[in-house]
């Protein structure tokens, strides 16, 4: 046989399997990751070279079948078909060798070239178990090679089959029996139509009898329509007749004659050491999925997964924060000078880009620990029982169990981020669940939304903090779950459902190497995709917040109130020995080095800290230090540290009256003014309409926008919550107030970069419009009646949230009851049953 110069590899298998495992260990680092043209599958690919043979790898979607109930499973046969590998490598476990062979069979009936790659090995061998490898060949007509991926065993032996692959002759994989004749006759009528040359005709004829609907939409679009209604017609016909002959569904059969082809291909193959003793992963079960205590170790993982990366995360951040406030610093020194009145627009512009892309930095060791996690949970095997656990709950709401981890993620109590949350929305089968769950993990408690929550809390519920976080951490998982629920009987009623099927595998020790990398990948992807779109948004809120800008009028009167000052100061100063460093163009860069010698010592941690502050401003300019530290006994340079001072905060006052006056007529201000006339049901004025649009670009701007609307001087450090509470309740605002706003909050829409996330993640503008429009209008309307109900009843902001939260939980307790039980036999798929667990 001449040699290929190049070859296209396809891994195929079940997950669990191994499959990534052992696409790693073909491809190295060689690998990318991109997505499945059209839809938001995976699609990971790599390259090595073997000799002078070029092979590329593709990682096809895990998956049980290849049916069309899910995704994945379309996006894998699809690549088949239509790319047509040179070889599938199909990745099996060899210690449930009966359930993987089922996706054998059916990719031998798709006449795709089959190499079978017996993965973990060595766990029927620690067994005492083995499998007669070439009887298996013999019998399968294909390769049969051993291996172990996280091991690198059998590395060598698989890329000389993917080399040496030649197609043998086979016999048919499966015999139906009496449907036989029937198959025969329809795979006829199919091999005649040239526009189905390019796929197998017995497989089309088994898809068309059970029912594909993705093979029946491939018929509807045949030119030829009198054969498409022939083989329609005849396809119908051999159904029913078969119901009736045999008091069986048709499906059911071929179902049952795959099961009886597998074993007798593994009759005599596989030789069992049996023992009594219960296995290491059935022990483990036994106790982690106890009826009475699997909530318990539920709950005590997710515990400690937020103590972990929450917690002791947000830790790190007092190491990580002070490198990245250096490099603002750092990056304010190579800016242009900041002005007395007005900083060049490249200053403003550039410290506005730092201070968000500062905000999401400061993230990555919380998500690095998250992420790490993550990978353990998954690769021990239990992430899988967390599903399990909950999709009967789940289930009930139009959620599915492996919605767990998006609301991991995306944080169930507090902590997380919904981007992360909805990128991990991929791996749910249902279209439906996975659709409300895309939906509704914005709902969760991020990280960026607990500022806002701890800011409302510090003013109105000085008291009652720990009943009001308690109420807010667990009334989000309740309005997820009712939306969710709301969401797939009305706007989701029409998409597509998998039938749920969950296997548990094994429990395995992950392997650091592969976690660590998987969380510094997810990290990385977070901060390319985030950071791009927080940086886009930052100009554009920059933009909407200083245009039109003030009017000529404006600047006038400020320009002379800043020449009020200045005079007022050189009176002061007159006759004093320093005025020479204190007048004419040095006067704005003394104020500026008094200003970051202020935010230096604020920074400054402990004596030694502040000693260091002061070296470092003394040989910055010697000249400047004694107006902020002026030598003991030296009455002149006290008298010029106290004007300079007095100018300062003078200067602090217009520039904040500037920024004040100037956000108000700002496209956004005048858009926040502009909704006042609706929002004011809710009770929001437009500062707080400007803060909730500004937080929609990224959660963490609600409060730095309160912060810029209520301002402070710049030497009084009177922290936000005073500022803003003796202003808003100078203005008759009530703890009311803070709970409409803390719903409005918990039911916003997503941030900006969620959003567009649902956009990568649904494909479509439409969802990701109405991810904004949905939870808007719910938002405000829960708002609005709890405010006007609230004010019509008299009650405390904690009494009315306490009846909003009892209210929203004996809702949920009613439709988690009365909801119809799943029908277990609707959810069965090949020989895999829900709930089906690998056997050890």
Not at 71 to 95: G, M, N, Q, S, Y
Not at 437 to 461: E, Q, R, S
Not at 597 to 602: D, K, S
Request: net charge neutral; with cysteine; aromatic share 8%.
């Amino acid at each position: 046989m001449a040699e290929r110069r190049a070859v296209l590899a396809a891994l195929a298998g079940q997950q669990n399997a191994g499959k990534s495992t052992l696409f790693n260990m073909l491809t190295g680092a060689r690998q990318h990751v991109a997505n499945y043209p059209g839809v938001t599958v995976d699609k990971k690919y790599g390259r090595y070279q073997d000799g002078d043979l070029r092979v590329l790898t593709v990682d096809l979607p895990g998956t049980y079948s290849l049916t069309s109930f899910s995704l994945e499973e379309r996006v894998a046969r699809d690549f088949l078909l239509k790319e047509k590998p040179d070889v599938v490598v199909d990745v099996v476990d060899a210690a449930s060798l009966h359930r993987s062979l089922h996706l054998t069979l059916q990719l031998l009936e798709m006449d795709q070239p089959v190499l079978l790659a017996l993965n973990m090995i060595d766990v029927i061998e620690r067994r005492g178990m083995r499998i007669d490898e070439a009887l298996l060949s013999e019998r399968l007509g294909l390769p049969v090679v051993p291996t172990v991926g996280r091991k690198g065993r059998g590395r060598a032996e698989l890329r000389r089959a993917i080399r040496d692959y030649q197609r043998g002759s086979r016999h048919r994989p499966v015999e139906y029996g009496p449907l036989e004749s029937d198959i025969e006759a329809l795979t006829q009528q199919l091999s005649s139509i040239p526009e189905l040359r390019g796929y197998p005709p017995r497989w089309l004829a088994l898809r068309l009898l059970e029912g594909d609907e993705q093979v029946r939409k491939i018929l509807a679009g045949l030119d030829d329509r009198s054969a498409a209604s022939r083989i329609s017609e005849m396809t119908a016909a051999t159904r029913a007749a078969f119901a009736e002959r045999h008091q069986a569904e048709l499906t059911d059969h071929i179902m049952t004659c795959r099961d009886q082809a597998v074993t007798r291909l593994l009759d005599g193959v596989i030789t069992e050491a049996r023992t009594e003793r219960a296995t290491l992963s059935e022990r483990v079960d036994n106790l982690v999925l106890n009826r009475f205590l699997a909530p318990f170790f539920l709950i005590l993982t997710v515990y400690l997964i937020y103590q972990v990366s929450i917690v002791y995360g947000y830790e790190l951040t007092t190491y990580t924060w002070p490198i990245l406030a250096g490099l603002r610093e750092i990056i304010a020194g190579w800016l242009p000078a900041a002005g007395f009145l007005v900083d060049p627009y490249v200053r403003a512009l550039g410290l506005w880009l730092v201070d968000s892309a500062n905000t999401l930095l400061n993230y990555v060791p919380i998500f690095l620990i998250l992420f790490a996690l993550i990978a353990i949970l998954e690769d021990s095997g239990y992430m899988a029982r967390i599903a399990f656990i909950l999709d009967r709950i789940l289930h009930r709401f139009g959620l599915h169990g492996q919605s767990t981890l998006p609301m991991i993620l995306s944080g169930v109590f507090a902590g997380g981020c919904a981007v992360p949350g909805v990128m991990a929305t991929k791996g749910i089968p249902d279209n439906r669940a996975r659709m409300a769950t895309i939906l509704t993990v914005p709902y969760m408690n991020c990280l960026a939304k607990v500022p806002l929550y701890t800011l409302l809390l510090g003013i109105f519920f000085v008291e009652d903090k720990s009943l009001m976080m308690f109420y807010i951490s667990t009334m989000t998982i309740i309005f997820a779950l009712l939306v969710a629920k709301l969401l797939t009987i009305t706007v989701l009623r029409g998409q597509e459902t998998a039938p749920f099927v969950m296997e548990l595998p094994r429990y395995h020790a992950p392997a650091p190497g592969a976690v660590l990398r998987r969380a510094f990948d997810r990290t990385w992807i977070y901060i390319k995709k985030v950071g791009t779109i927080v940086l886009a948004v930052a100009i554009v809120v920059f933009a909407l917040l200083h245009f039109p800008g003030l009017s000529d009028d404006r600047k006038a009167h400020y320009e002379a109130e800043a020449q009020a000052a200045l005079i007022q100061f050189q009176e002061a100063m007159a006759g004093n020995k320093y005025l020479e460093f204190a007048s004419g163009d040095q006067l704005v860069p003394l104020l500026n080095f008094a200003d970051d010698y202020r935010r230096a010592r604020l920074n400054a941690s402990g004596a030694e800290g502040v000693q260091a502050v002061d070296r470092r401003f003394e040989a910055r300019s010697p000249d400047y230090f004694v107006f902020v530290r002026p030598p003991p006994g030296d009455l002149d340079a006290r008298q010029a540290s106290r004007a300079l001072r007095d100018l300062g905060r003078e200067r602090t006052t217009l520039r904040r009256e500037m920024r004040e006056e100037r956000i108000v007529d700002s496209l956004l201000g005048q858009v926040g003014r502009g909704l006042e006339p609706v929002t004011q049901f809710a009770g929001f004025d437009w500062k707080i309409n400007v803060a909730l649009l500004a937080s929609f670009a990224a959660r963490e701007s609600s409060v730095a926008t309160l912060g810029v609307l209520f301002q402070q001087d710049a030497d009084s450090n009177v922290p936000l919550e005073q500022r803003m509470g003796t202003e808003t309740q100078a203005a008759g605002a009530t703890a009311l107030l803070a709970v409409s706003m803390i719903l409005f909050f918990a039911l916003y829409p997503p941030c900006l970069a969620t959003t567009i996330m649902v956009k990568v993640q649904t494909d479509s503008y439409r969802w990701m419009l109405f991810s904004i429009v949905f939870p808007t209008a719910l938002g405000l309307g829960v708002a609005s009646a709890v405010y006007t109900i609230g004010h019509a009843i008299d009650v405390t902001g904690i009494q009315m949230m306490t009846i909003v939260y009892f209210t929203a939980l004996a809702l949920l307790l009613i439709i988690g009851l009365t909801g119809s039980r799943r029908d277990r036999s609707a959810h069965r798929r090949g020989a895999l049953p829900l709930g089906a667990r690998s056997s050890e």
